[in-house]
């Protein structure tokens, strides 16, 4: 069976500081793996996808991942955070359903605080 | 253009009552998916539909949920007999290709269900 960890359920940077959200999956088979964002009341929005191309994935806003197979990881960085980047980030992975569908497995969700 | 739009964003029901929570997707879009978001959890997946077919519904947590899109655009979802436990956002999400669940979704902005 499919899943994700998000190994953090918080994490605080300053401004202008690296951001790194950690990932770790599980998967049976060689999976599609997406980060999105969501802001307070806000819908979910993609920052980037992994399907089996380039291991390194570059997103929306500066936000990059590495697919790192031998380690199971898909870890969300970014060189310098702003203000604007605290909300909750969900590591998704793909997973295959019923009648040849497949659906998005969520991790519980890491919330970035970015303090001034 | 428009996104995904959901409707009520936010519903009281009596424990007991039954409620419909209404997605209206992308123009255009095949793929949607019916999720839920208890507080302080990742969206856990509840359906999927390819245009007016229902393809997987193996997260319904019960019998009383029940979901439909009936011309293959606009889909809602029914609760009946609504218990405390089911008090979460359902969210709903379309994409454009027939493997949705292997691609970008486009998130609404979801439905918050409170039950008394």
């Known amino acids: 069976a499919q899943s994700v960890t998000q190994l953090d359920s918080h994490v605080s940077v300053s401004e202008g500081t690296p951001v790194l959200l950690r990932c770790n999956y599980s998967?049976?088979?060689?999976?599609?793996l997406f980060w999105y964002v969501q802001h307070p009341n806000k819908g979910l929005q993609l920052l980037l996808k992994y399907t089996s191309a380039a291991t390194l994935v570059k997103g929306i806003n500066g936000f990059e991942a590495e697919f790192k197979k031998s380690e199971t990881s898909f870890h969300l960085t970014k060189p310098s955070a702003h203000m604007s980047d605290a909300a909750e980030y969900f590591c998704v992975v793909t997973s295959p359903g019923t009648s040849g569908t497949y659906k998005y497995i969520f991790g519980t969700g890491t919330r970035l605080k970015v303090l001034a | 253009g428009a996104g995904v739009s959901q409707s009520p964003r936010y519903k009281v029901a009596k424990r007991g009552q039954d409620v419909a929570l209404r997605c209206d997707p992308i123009s255009g879009h095949v793929s949607l998916f019916w999720y839920q978001q208890a507080l302080g959890q990742g969206p856990e997946f509840l359906t999927y539909f390819q245009n007016e077919a229902q393809l997987d519904k193996s997260g319904l947590p019960s019998d009383r949920f029940f979901a439909e899109r009936p011309e293959g655009s606009v889909s809602t979802l029914k609760i009946q007999r609504t218990q405390q436990e089911d008090s979460a956002v359902y969210l709903c999400a379309s994409s454009s290709r027939l493997a949705g669940g292997l691609d970008e979704q486009y998130f609404g902005p979801g439905t918050r269900l409170t039950v008394t």
């Open positions: 998967s049976s088979y060689s999976p599609s």
